[in-house]
Structure formats: C-alpha cells, structure tokens
C-alpha cells in the first residue's frame, strides 16, 4: 500500500533533542532503560540508553548510533532482543545530535566516537566483551566508520542500504552533487534542529516550508507506528491518512524548492549548518579532507564479518556492491554476506510506476523491525553465528539477488557474477538522434561513416529527472515512464530492434562515448530504458561523467576537443521481455537527481553564472560510442 512506504524511510527521519531522564521505563515492553553519558576523550557527552536484559550477565551488546533519536519509534522493533534474545542493547544519538553534547559535523568525528563507545561498553559489568551493531542508513554508515577503526570488540556488523559520500552520501559521483541527499536531506532531517541549537531561523520561505513539511511527515509516519505498536486499530484509518496527505505536501514543497537558484538554497543551508558549505568546497573523492569523514577510505581495514543488504533503487546502491566487493576481493572465506532486494530507500511498494509485492520479513535485528530478503531470520542468524556462535545461514550462498523483470530471488557464489558475457551494442544513427526517437539505434554492428549527432545543454533549462536512484523528497526512485523526457530536444535515443528471447542484464552496465563540447566542462548523462511494443517505455537505470573530474583526465577540457568518457550507470538486475526493445538515452543534465553543471568550471551551489554547451556525440570507425551490457545467459 502507498501510504506505508514512509514507514521504512530512514533517510527521511528527522533529528530532535530526546528525553535525558536517567531511569524511565517503557511501559509497552515493560522494559527499563538507564540513561548515561559516554565522555569521549576530548569530553563530549555522548547520550546512550541502555537496555538489560532480566537475570544473570555478562552479555553480549547490541549497539544503535543514531542521528534519528535513540529513543525514536524506530528504535522499539529492535528491543526484542533484550528480552527475547538476551542481548544488551545499547542506543546512542551521534556528537552534537538528540541528547548528545558537541558539534554536529556529518561524519567527522563518528570513527573516534564509536572507538571510545566500544572501550565504554566493554568496561560495564554487564558486557562480556562481545559487540555487534546493526542499523540502516545513517545507522549503517557510523557501523562501517566504528568497524574501520580495528577495535577489538566490534566483532559483526549488519549495514543496511548505506553507501559512502561519492555513492550517493553527498555525491553521487565525482564532483556531481546528489542534491536530494547534500542538500534536501539536511533541510529535511536537521536543518530546524541546528537553528533551534544556534537559537537562529531559517530565512528562505520555501527552504522553511519545506523543513516544517518533512518535520510533519515524520511526525505522522512515528505516531502512526505508535499506534501499530500498541494495536490501537480504531485510530489506524485517520494516522494512514494523516500519512499520505503529510507525504505528499512533503513532496510538493520539495518541488517548490528546486525552483529557487541553487546558490541561494546552498548559501542559506549552509548560514545554519557550516558543514554543508564545506562539503561543496570538496568535489573531488582524492581530497584528504575526506580521510575522516568518508568510510570507504577505511572499509578495506576492516576484517570483521558483515552483511550487506542493499536495493537496486537505493540511492546508496552503488556503495553497497562497492563496499561488499572491496571486501570480498581480498578473501574467498565468505565471511561477508550479499542481499539485494529491488525497492529504493524508501522500502517496499512500488518500483517508481510499477507495482511489485515481495515478501517482507518480521526481524528484530533489522531497522524498523522488519526487512525484505529471501529467507526468515537471515539478519539474526548471521549476527547470532557471529556473537553467539549459535546462529546459521538461511542460505548456503554468499549472494542473494532479487532479478527484476522475472521477480524472483536467485542465489549466487560471487558478486559480480562470474558468468556475465559483456554485450557492446553500439550507437547508430543518421544525425537525427535528438529530433526522432526511429533515428538512433543500438546495434551489435560496429559503426562505419556516419554522421555524429548534436544538442544544446542549457544549465538554466536541465533534462527533468524521472526515476532513477532518489533519496524520496519529492521524486520518488524507480521505474518512470520517459515520454516527457524523450519528447525534448536535449535528449539523443538509441534504439535497439526487438528482442527475440528475454535478455537479462545483471551487474555494472557503462557506456563508452566519444564525443566533445563547446565548453572548458559539462556533464554527460546516460539512461537505460525498456520499450515496451505498444512503444511505452520505463526508465531502468542511469548515470554521469563530469568530465572536470574524470579520474583518468583530471582537469578542464579544451573547447572542442574530442573526449572518451565513461559513463558508468547504476548497477541493476532486470529481464527484458522478448519483443521489447533496449534504449539508451544521452543527455548532459537530470534535474534534480543531480546539480546541473553550469559548464563554466564552477559549480550552481556557488556561483550562478551558466553557458550553454553544444554537445556532439560521435559513433563512427574511429570514435565507435557503445553501450556495455553485463548480460547473463538464460
């Protein structure tokens, strides 16, 4: 059902300042919990709550750190485990956020927090030294920030559709801003906070509205799991109601806000909340600020066991596979386990347009108490193998994915997957890709002469996004029809022919493009999109290259020069039915899944000066454009 999908949303959270009472009880579980203050060494009181289970100790800890609130409605799925499982279950707000003392800068400080955590745990009484955390979203990134430290007592961890800051955190790639998580998650989950603690307000209208907007769903969405918990069935109605109609006022101010020029909006978030302003200052993944604040710098220290869920929609899915991949790469012990389910950040319902029912599990261990993922229990029995030495796996493989298109789980010893036959299908066309859909083609023949083809990018004017991997403020991830998007003059299509079998694609699709720009930088997008014979179509994933930032050409272009870039595209598994057709969309901008480049060399989060590009796409002998698919045999 719609109106529960803000249910599963983390990221959609927000941040407020939570009872500090030392003792209180909740009455529901009839549970106590003690209220206390870890110092970490440079004195910030970081405030945790504790919960014990009943009879003789020592036990093994649970541990929670969170920017939501340790005592949110998000955190009682989890307290099972004290009385049922028999576990310590320690929740803690992050430095400077809920109860917790200091400055709040995303990241920054958590590596060093969790470490003096830890040390606190393992001196109580009640700890037998054993700690294991678990917690999706911001809740999984402080786990792999706590894990990358190397303490001793860390021993699983259980990160759940997160990835890092250049997978979607604040960029969703090299020096391209994810702007629903950079910009719109900190207006939506801590921006009345930090005014409230700078005792400030927020000034911008519309930056304001749309603060007090995601502050009113969130509100509705934990009453009306108060009212699940406590099986308060007659008020049920009016709380889903209250839900969908707070969800969509939400999403209607979000849509206000992109109107306003991103400089303003920038310079406002980041008046109220510094680090904001910082981030922006620090485009590219090589910079040493990122050394503290980024975990991927230290994911490949880590050597505890972990289980990675994570969604072919997420926003955060191409940290997720990066993540289980750089631990992987260095062992064969299958000590890490791999689960992908097909929803985005939001959790189960729809794909964007296209409803799907998958089967959600009740978990304890898992963020709001429940997960999708192919078996019963597969959260706990990894955790408990691990802590207890009890538990076991539901499956005997490593990797478990859900394949879109044919719907089912499959399981698989590897990721990516051995047996993917890479499939080039080039790009074709008489020059009139831009003007008629029939034009371009994606053809396996390798290209001769041809004519290259040509748009206009104007930054003031960007490609709308529809679909793709967003955060959930105001567009919503997954599949969407592309007809508004195709119908412009700034979007090039390739078409493959028909299909004559299913064809399925599963891995790490790119595109390899030749081509040039009138500009010193510009972006260039790519979408994939199934074509359905009565000619509908549904976009499936898509990426971009900022070329400034290319790894391997670091730096500014000359005008007219002729470029490779690599486009890389959100990673997928989905089945393209027999009879549809492939397409492949090239563009330069996708608004405002990304911040449009204003192909000047600047960035619109600072400065609002523009040009307009004319782009060329070549695909001849010579500059042969492809399309690369990780396609599986049938």
Request: aromatic residues 8%.
């Amino acid at each position: 059902m719609t109106l529960l999908r803000p249910f599963h949303s983390l990221l959609l959270l927000r941040v407020t300042t939570t009872n500090l009472s030392p003792t209180r009880v909740h009455e529901e579980e009839e549970m106590k919990c003690e209220t206390e203050y870890v110092v970490t060494k440079d004195g910030t009181k970081l405030a945790t709550d504790v919960y014990i289970p009943e009879g003789a100790g020592p036990w093994p800890t649970i541990l929670v750190r969170t920017g939501y609130g340790r005592d949110s409605e998000f955190i009682h799925p989890n307290l099972p485990l004290v009385d049922q499982y028999s576990y310590v279950v320690v929740s803690q707000d992050v430095r400077g956020l809920g109860g917790s003392s200091g400055r709040h800068e995303l990241f920054h400080h958590d590596a060093a927090d969790a470490s003096d955590t830890l040390d606190w745990i393992t001196s109580q009484q009640w700890s037998n030294g054993r700690v294991g955390m678990i917690g999706a979203s911001y809740l999984g990134a402080t786990q792999w920030l706590a894990a990358g430290t190397g303490h001793s007592a860390l021993e699983v961890i259980a990160p759940t559709i997160v990835a890092g800051v250049f997978d979607g955190y604040g960029y969703h790639s090299p020096g391209v801003v994810q702007l629903d998580m950079l910009i719109a998650w900190v207006i939506g989950c801590v921006l009345e906070s930090e005014a409230d603690r700078a005792s400030t307000t927020i000034t911008v209208p519309q930056i304001r509205t749309a603060a007090r907007a995601a502050a009113d769903a969130t509100d509705a969405t934990s009453e009306l799991l108060k009212i699940l918990r406590e099986q308060r069935m007659d008020d049920l109605p009016a709380a889903m109601q209250g839900v969908g109609a707070a969800t969509v006022a939400r999403n209607d101010a979000f849509e206000e806000l992109w109107k306003l020029p991103l400089a303003k909006i920038a310079t406002e978030v980041s008046r109220i909340v510094p680090w904001v302003a910082e981030w922006i200052k620090h485009p590219d993944p090589a910079d040493g600020y990122w050394d503290t604040r980024d975990h991927t710098r230290t994911v490949q220290r880590v050597t505890i066991p972990a289980i990675h869920v994570g969604g072919w929609n997420d926003v955060f899915i191409r940290g997720t596979l990066r993540q289980y991949r750089t631990l992987t790469a260095r062992s064969e012990d299958h000590s890490h386990r791999l689960v992908i389910h097909p929803f985005g950040h939001t959790g189960p319902g729809q794909i964007g347009q296209v409803p799907l029912e998958v089967a959600k599990h009740a978990d304890p261990y898992a963020f709001g108490g429940s997960i999708v993922t192919p078996a019963d229990g597969l959260l706990g029995d990894f955790i408990d193998a691990q802590l207890r030495g009890t538990g076991h796996s539901s499956t005997g493989a490593p990797v478990s994915i859900f394949v879109m298109g044919r719907n089912e789980w499959r399981d698989e010893q590897e990721w990516p997957l051995a047996r993917e036959i890479w499939t080039k299908l080039h790009l074709r066309s008489d020059g009139e890709a831009a003007a008629n859909s029939e034009s371009g083609a994606l053809s396996p023949t390798e290209p001769a002469e041809e004519h290259s083809d040509t748009f206009e990018y104007d930054p003031r004017d960007p490609v709308p996004s529809q679909g793709g991997t967003h955060m959930g403020f105001g567009r919503q991830p997954g599949f969407f029809d592309q007809s508004e998007v195709e119908s412009r003059g700034d979007v090039l299509t390739y078409t493959s022919a028909p299909l004559k079998f299913d064809l399925e694609v599963t891995g790490h699709p790119y595109v390899e493009l030749w081509a040039a720009t009138s500009c010193v930088d510009t972006d260039f997008t790519a979408r994939i999109v199934d074509v359905d014979p009565d000619g509908s179509t549904l976009g499936i994933c898509d990426g971009v290259t900022r070329l400034r930032f290319r790894p391997d050409h670091p730096g500014l272009v000359e005008p007219g020069s002729v470029q490779q870039i690599r486009i890389e595209i959100t990673p997928t598994s989905y089945v393209f039915a027999a009879g549809h057709r492939i397409r492949l969309q090239i563009s330069s901008s996708n608004f405002p899944l990304f911040d449009p480049n204003p192909n000047t060399g600047g960035s619109l989060l600072v400065d609002g000066s523009t040009e307009v590009a004319h782009q060329i796409v070549y695909h001849d002998a010579e500059r042969p454009s492809a399309l690369h698919l990780p396609v599986i045999p049938g």
